[in-house]
C-alpha cells in the first residue's frame, strides 16, 4: 500500500502564494497518474487538478485555471501543487492521491488511503 504524506501548506494572505508538495512510498509512483483534492470545512472534498503520468497532460477545475499549476517528479516520487493569487476560497486541507487508469478530474478514481493532507488558510 501507498502511504501518502502532503505538506508546504499554512497561513498566508490573499493574493500570496504556496507550493505544496506530496510524496508517495513504493515503486509506483511513475505508473499512476496523480491528482490533488482539498475539502473545506463543512464540504465534501473536490478535485482541484491532475497530472498524467509522465507530465503531458493536465487538467484543473475551473475555480483554480489559471492560479494553480500541478507537476511531477517522478524521480523523487512527488507531486507538487504551486497555488498562485490564493483566495479565501482555496482554505482547506488538500491531500493527493493516484489513479492508475484515469487522468481526467471528473472521472479520476483515487486508488490510495489518504494521507494527513496539509492545511492552507487564506485570510482576507
Known amino acids: 500500500q501507498v502511504q501518502l504524506v502532503e505538506s508546504g501548506g499554512g497561513l498566508v494572505q490573499a493574493g500570496e502564494s504556496l507550493r505544496l508538495s506530496c510524496a508517495a512510498s513504493g515503486r509506483t509512483f511513475s505508473t499512476y497518474h496523480m491528482a490533488w483534492f482539498r475539502q473545506a470545512p463543512g464540504k465534501e472534498r473536490e478535485s482541484v487538478a491532475s497530472i498524467s503520468v509522465i507530465g503531458g497532460r493536465t487538467y484543473y477545475a475551473d475555480s483554480v485555471k489559471g492560479r494553480f499549476t500541478i507537476s511531477r517528479d517522478n524521480g523523487k516520487n512527488t507531486v507538487y501543487l504551486q497555488m498562485n493569487s490564493l483566495k479565501p476560497e482555496d482554505t482547506a486541507v488538500y491531500y493527493c492521491?493516484?489513479?492508475?487508469?484515469?487522468?481526467?478530474?471528473?472521472?479520476?478514481?483515487?486508488?490510495?488511503?489518504w494521507g494527513q493532507g496539509t492545511q492552507v488558510t487564506v485570510s482576507s
Open positions: 492521491n493516484g489513479d492508475r487508469l484515469r487522468v481526467a478530474l471528473n472521472i479520476f478514481t483515487p486508488s490510495w488511503s
